[in-house]
């Protein structure tokens, strides 16, 4: 903005882009699920739409790659702490949760990142 010390051309984190994309793609409850990566409705829950928005599949993500291992581990940070990998913790609070809940554990990541810009 012209009176803010935001530059205007200032890149975005491709994290945040992440969680943008991952948002969209279940942004509505009839577009998320519980239980399965995809469902025969072509429903995803957060992990599948993680593994959409890095390719466009929910097959061969690697979460090597460090913007999304970079995603996985924040959003991680803000779910309940349970025991298991980072997916698995995602998984679990994805299952477990609402919508709502789960985009906001979208949200608080995405904002984290923001603030770091």
Not at 72 to 79: C, E
Not at 90 to 109: C, G, Y
Request: proline letters at 5%.
């Amino acid at each position: 903005m012209p009176f803010d010390s935001t530059p205007v051309n200032a890149p975005v984190r491709e994290e945040i882009v992440i969680l943008d994309k991952v948002k969209r793609i279940i942004r509505h409850p009839e577009l998320w699920c519980k239980g399965e990566y995809e469902d025969y409705e072509g429903r995803h829950c957060l992990i599948g739409a993680l593994r959409v928005a890095d390719h466009g599949s929910i097959t061969g993500i690697s979460w090597l790659n460090p913007k999304m291992y970079s995603v996985l581990d924040r959003l991680a940070s803000f779910a309940p702490k349970t025991s298991g990998s980072l997916a698995n913790r995602i998984i679990q609070f994805n299952d477990t949760a609402s919508h709502v809940a789960v985009l906001s554990l979208i949200d608080e990541a995405k904002i984290s990142f923001e603030m770091e810009t």
